[in-house]
């Protein structure tokens, strides 16, 4: 399984950016798709993510600002971004957890991909 991502870069402070995944592959079936990001000498850290039934979470520092949503025909994710603050400066991962065969979504296992990071830079 691949994960393309795009749409980071630089944007003023109170500006929006979009990112966007697509994931392509051997893929049985996926079942939540998110994007995560890493503050320098910092852990990753979630920062929404979306079921295949449209369910999301947030991170308590980007709700009402950042919208994350799906296309599960094209197995694509996008997060958009507004209202950006320096705060938000980090690497932003594209991630997937997905059923690789029959087997495994019988059986509950489940694997994990992450996308290349893309920088998102917000300057004062």
């Known amino acids: 399984v691949q994960l393309q991502a795009s749409g980071g870069g630089w944007v003023q402070t109170g500006g929006s950016l979009r990112l966007s995944c697509a994931a392509s592959?051997?893929?049985?079936?996926?079942?939540?798709m998110g994007w995560y990001r890493q503050f320098p000498g910092h852990q990753r850290e979630l920062v929404a993510v979306?079921?295949?039934?449209?369910?999301?979470n947030y991170a308590d520092s980007v709700k009402g600002r950042f919208t994350i949503s799906r296309d599960n025909a094209k197995n694509t994710v996008e997060l958009l971004m507004n209202s950006l603050e320096p705060e938000d400066t980090a690497v932003y991962y594209c991630?997937?957890?997905?059923?690789?065969?029959?087997?495994?979504?019988?059986?509950?296992?489940?694997?994990?991909?992450w996308g290349k990071g893309t920088l998102v830079t917000v300057s004062s």
């Open positions: 979306i079921t295949t039934a449209g369910g999301t």
């Open positions: 991630n997937v957890v997905a059923n690789v065969d029959l087997k495994s979504r019988k059986d509950g296992r489940t694997s994990t991909y």
């Open positions: 592959g051997n893929i049985y079936r996926i079942i939540v």
